[in-house]
């Protein structure tokens, strides 16, 4: 591989599943559970408001009693540690990103939730996002304008994911791009491989199996996040 000195990192459920989170599309996975139409796009929320906040209420929950494995910790290393600039972007909504990157001190802007986060609600009145840790489907007031009209920080489907710009600048000077623990089937993620390709990075795939954008990665390796993604580590901290 070539001098690289900016790396993009793209991660996906894959990267928790070790944490006890589970999936969207393996066997057993979140969507085998519940219909992507009942629970995930804005017209679910209009139609059902109810089932819609039961159900992140149940996995904002859920992912407070979960912890950070090693591969979390592998990355954040990386990021604290790299000599060029690592920026993270995860279509997850969990936050064991974040909590592996506090204890090491990892700059906050390299981290990108592109799909929202549990850990947020978001006013339908007044806009403003909060931290919030509790259940929504009690209808809780805005901490800021007090209105009930709190909704999960969720990027549904039929809905723009977060901070592309910034996403776009960091491909653009990406020396190497690499996928984590994502099928690669929801865009525009699953699109960021052939961006960066076409931009000049190199590209690796660390996941389980071959996801659908297998043959778009020049590299791939296969197996457990938890042990491919501290072994990868390694091997760039010590190039
Ligand atoms: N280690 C590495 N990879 C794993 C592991 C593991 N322990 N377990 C599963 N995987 C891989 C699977 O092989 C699969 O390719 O992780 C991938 C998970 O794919 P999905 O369930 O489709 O999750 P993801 O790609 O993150 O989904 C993208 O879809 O529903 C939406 O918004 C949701 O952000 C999500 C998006």
Redesign the pocket.
């Given at each position: 591989m070539a001098a690289i000195r900016n790396i993009v990192i793209l991660t996906?459920?894959?990267?928790s599943?070790?944490s006890g989170i589970d999936?969207?599309?393996?066997s057993g996975?979140?969507?085998e559970q519940h219909r992507?139409e009942d629970v995930?796009t804005p017209e679910a929320f209009a139609r059902d408001r109810d089932l819609v906040l039961r159900f992140y209420d149940m996995r904002r929950e859920a992912i407070q009693t979960r912890q950070p494995n090693a591969?979390h910790l592998a990355l954040a290393k990386l990021q604290a540690q790299w000599p060029g600039r690592v920026t993270l972007v995860t279509?997850?909504?969990d936050d064991l990103h974040d909590r592996a990157a506090a204890a090491l001190g990892v700059t906050a802007a390299d981290l990108i939730h592109m799909?929202g986060e549990h850990l947020n609600a978001w006013c339908t009145a007044c806009d403003v996002r909060s931290p919030w840790a509790g259940p929504l489907l009690d209808r809780p007031a805005c901490p800021s304008c007090g209105e009930a009209a709190l909704r999960p920080d969720i990027?549904w489907?039929g809905e723009m994911p977060y901070r592309m710009e910034e996403i776009f600048a960091a491909l653009r000077e990406a020396d190497l791009f690499v996928s984590?623990?994502?099928?690669?089937?929801?865009y525009p993620?699953a699109g960021f491989v052939r961006n960066a390709r076409d931009l000049g990075a190199a590209t690796l795939e660390?996941?389980?199996?071959p996801?659908q954008g297998s043959l778009w990665f020049d590299e791939a390796r296969h197996?457990?996040?938890?042990v491919?993604v501290p072994a990868w580590v390694e091997e760039m901290l010590a190039r």
């Open positions: 996906g459920a894959g990267v599943a070790e999936t969207f599309r393996d996975g979140v969507w992507v995930a591969a279509q997850n909504v799909h990027v489907f984590i623990g994502t099928s690669g089937a929801v993620a660390l996941n389980l199996e996801s197996g457990p996040a938890t491919v």
